[in-house]
């Protein structure tokens, strides 16, 4: 490997792609040629240096200096000035602020980075970046030192669970598949991450394929499947772009098609892109997707460790659980079991998102508490309001209270209660959130995206979403609650997947802890939280208002009127409560009653 | 068995030679892989933007599948169209993140702006509004997506600013 005295590594998210990195990339390579600086400095493409607020980003090391905010143009400048004149350039330079809005930032108090310890840190379009930090060790190892059977027996001491929110053990459902006496057997990545408010695995996707690749790969071996797919969903085309030309890297390294390693094993993978349905996160629609079908699942038995794929056994596993592999069979079982709780063993990815001072992507042990992670890794409660619930498990999942905040994470803890692990999102909420209106929110997502195959899930969600929206437009009767109980009960009892078993949960558990949110949009005509529309009102405060008409001006109805310099006044008739005029008004003189 | 008979519009794109050419070749590359239908189409949709029921009829004949199977994946899934879209399209995402920082605003002011609803594209071709799931940018909400670059913490009122930049 040639030896470079300084690398240059560019963010290429898709946000600082958006912001021009590209010609960034470009631009440093043009220069560095011209400055004959080229066999000196590598130029590198990686994911997520900063927070990409202020793109496109860059790093230069061995000084570690963090630039942003250039544009090509301002690239012979920098390459003169830093590397050249080895003058830093404090207008590009990137200031460290207290609160940095970011996915995926420097570690967090109480973190510790399985999954995400390569992202940011290694070049995703490069495999000897990998294979510099050890990568495709952990196959080496079990294709020449274990037994498939032996891999199994690791994988499952390790007390690795199913990532994707399900959390069966990753150990037992191979030894499964293995069992089956069927050939040819498939290995299936989930990387149809579709909960709203979930992007863990894209980061995974995208700054560290190798570490996914790697685990499928011991995956089949130990299973003994021949080929594999990847199924990444369609609104991710830069994990897409990356998965492929990693897995043309690993193929030219000898790492995929025929005898891997000079061994007899063969395996290949290839991507396979969604088009936009949830309900591809569900194994079965997932299988019968890539088999070119619409994705509607189908009841099990038979269970895809019987018949998957093209009717043959197969193991689907989610990327987070893959990408556990590779270190679980370097380092050991021991290693891997000594994280977490009894019960779930090692780390987690959360993506925390919603009302917290520092939202983005964080990786800590299992079993610790949710007010660790909301007041200390999250950095506590937006604007210094108050905590309310946080949303776990995504549409499926349910809300978690004041009362729950000590509640060691595991599988378990959470399903009793009555949430679930999902596949990680957490969104927080303050006191500014209506449950009803979350409730509703979430109705209005599982309904949408139904596949409709099954009665219970194609009308049921459909007519609690009716109840939940007559409530929120203030039109709730008496015993509207009780209908809801039971029809929430109907449609998880009787639904065919996971998707209408799940979505009731996040009604079920609104009404259990904020049951008496829902009495007052009923009874009292009024949303406590001030959200919903139909039991609003926005109000100006005379004092506060100067006048300066830039409410009247963004007001979509033109409910507002007033002289320049006047107090304004809201027309309650023609107001359609948007809320644009209270986002815009830089005095905070209107208000939300209810 | 009665065959459905339907005239061709002169401008789908089974009519335009160049576009014509992007569907065969799609075909081509992928009708002896497995699971064939979803690939095609999604090359289709990718490079043309929209799936029009002729087209559909034309890919079943070249899959040798039945147009019922076809039509099937093509309106099960969110990303197929089968009518054209505007020149440029802007997505609200709906992601849990988003919408409680207050992407419904934005959309109330796009409406407006744009006089459209959403779903809907400009008289002139031009810009469709859509509504998507989530995104994944959820650290940057509220998120929009023009055409396939990502707008983040934006506010209602920078909205014409983007509009702008689009319509230029």
Redesign the interface.
């Given at each position: 490997m040639a030896f470079y005295r300084s690398h240059v590594l560019v963010c290429v998210d898709?946000?600082c792609l958006?912001k021009g990195a590209h010609e960034i990339v470009d631009a440093l390579q043009d220069e560095f040629v011209a400055q004959g600086l080229i066999d000196e400095i590598q130029v590198l493409e990686t994911s997520r240096i900063g927070?990409?607020?202020n793109g496109p980003e860059i790093m230069v090391y061995p000084e570690g200096i963090h630039y942003h905010g250039m544009t090509a143009d301002d690239i012979p400048f920098l390459v003169e000035e830093h590397f050249l004149k080895g003058r830093v350039v404090e207008r590009f330079r990137e200031v460290v602020k207290p609160v940095v809005?970011?996915?995926l930032g420097p570690l967090r108090p109480k973190e510790v980075r399985v999954v995400l310890r390569n992202c940011g840190q290694i070049d995703p379009n490069n495999i000897e970046d990998y294979l510099a930090i050890d990568g495709y060790q952990a196959l080496g190892k079990a294709l020449f030192e274990m037994t498939p059977e032996k891999v199994i027996e690791e994988v499952l001491s390790s007390g690795l669970r199913g990532r994707g929110g399900a959390g069966f053990p990753a150990g037992k459902k191979w030894g499964l598949t293995r069992q089956v006496n069927d050939n040819p057997k498939y290995m299936v990545c989930n990387a149809d991450?579709?909960?709203?408010?979930?992007?863990m695995n894209?980061r995974v996707l995208e700054g560290d394929p190798h570490s996914v690749i790697e685990g499928m790969i011991i995956g089949a071996y130990a299973v003994g499947a021949s080929y594999g797919y990847i199924y990444c969903r369609?609104?991710?085309?830069v994990a897409v772009e990356t998965l492929n030309i990693a897995i043309a890297q690993a193929r030219e390294f000898g790492f995929l098609g025929n005898n891997i390693f000079g061994t007899d094993f063969n395996f290949d993978l290839e991507v396979?892109?969604?088009?936009?349905?949830?309900v591809c996160g569900e194994e079965t629609a997932l299988m019968a997707?890539?088999?070119?079908?619409?994705?509607?699942p189908s009841p099990r038995p038979p269970f895809p460790s019987v018949k998957g794929v093209?009717g043959k056994p197969t193991n689907n596993n989610n990327v987070e659980t893959y990408s556990n592999v590779p270190q679980i069979i370097s380092k050991g079982a021991a290693w891997y079991s000594s994280m977490g709780t009894e019960r779930s063993k090692g780390t987690k990815t959360f993506?925390v998102?919603?009302?917290v001072v520092k939202?983005?992507l964080i990786e800590v042990p299992m079993g610790i508490t949710l007010r660790e992670i909301i007041f200390e890794v999250a950095g506590g409660i937006k604007d210094g309001k108050k905590y309310k619930a946080v949303?776990t498990g995504g549409p499926m999942g349910g809300c978690l209270t004041e009362e729950h905040l000590d509640l060691p994470l595991d599988y378990e803890a959470l399903t009793e209660a009555g949430s679930m692990m999902g596949s990680g999102?957490l969104?927080v909420?303050d006191e500014n959130?209506c449950m009803v209106d979350i409730a509703r929110?979430f109705m209005d997502?599982t309904q949408a995206e139904s596949?409709g195959k099954c009665t219970p899930c194609r009308v049921g969600t459909r007519r609690i979403l009716e109840l939940l929206q007559k409530i929120c437009d203030g039109l709730g009767e008496d015993g509207d609650i009780e209908k809801l109980e039971n029809l929430c009960h109907e449609v998880s009892r009787n639904s065919l997947c996971g998707l209408g078993q799940g979505a009731p949960n996040p009604v079920f558990s609104t009404l259990k802890h904020f049951r008496h949110e829902y009495e007052a949009h009923i009874y009292e005509k009024r949303c406590p939280a001030k959200v919903c529309r139909s039991l609003i009102r926005y109000e100006i405060q005379a004092p506060a208002c100067t006048g300066c008409m830039?409410c009247a001006r963004?007001c979509?109805?033109e409910a507002i009127s007033g002289e320049r310099r006047q107090t304004h006044h809201i027309d309650a008739e023609t107001c359609?409560r948007?809320?644009?005029c209270m986002?815009?008004c830089n005095f905070n003189a209107i208000t939300v009653e209810s | 068995m009665t065959r459905l008979q339907q005239e061709i519009p002169t401008n789908d794109p089974l009519n335009i030679a160049e576009q014509k050419a992007i569907i065969n070749n799609a075909i081509a590359n992928n009708k002896d892989r497995p699971g064939a239908v979803m690939l095609v189409l999604n090359e289709v949709q990718g490079k043309i933007g929209h799936v029009s029921t002729p087209m559909q009829a034309y890919i079943a004949r070249k899959l040798k599948i039945p147009l019922g199977q076809v039509h099937g994946v093509v309106t099960f899934y969110s990303f197929f169209q089968t009518q054209p879209r505007g020149k440029h399209t802007i997505k609200f995402c709906l992601g849990t993140a988003c919408y409680v920082a207050g992407v419904s605003q934005l959309i109330e002011k796009a409406k407006q702006s744009l006089n459209i609803d959403m779903g809907q594209t400009t008289a002139d071709g031009q810009i469709t509004l859509e509504e998507c799931r989530c995104v994944g940018a959820c650290s940057q909400a509220p998120v929009v997506v023009v055409d396939e670059e990502i707008h983040g913490h934006l506010r209602p009122n920078k909205f014409p600013q983007i509009l702008k930049k689009v319509q230029s």
């Open positions: 898709p946000e958006a927070g990409c607020a809005d970011e996915e991450e579709g909960d709203p408010g979930a992007f894209r369609a609104e991710y085309p396979r892109v969604g088009a936009g349905a949830f997707s890539i088999m070119g079908k619409r994705g509607e093209w993506a998102g919603g009302n939202p983005g949303q999102g969104v909420m959130s929110f997502f596949c830039v963004n979509p109805v359609i948007c809320g644009i986002q815009v | -």
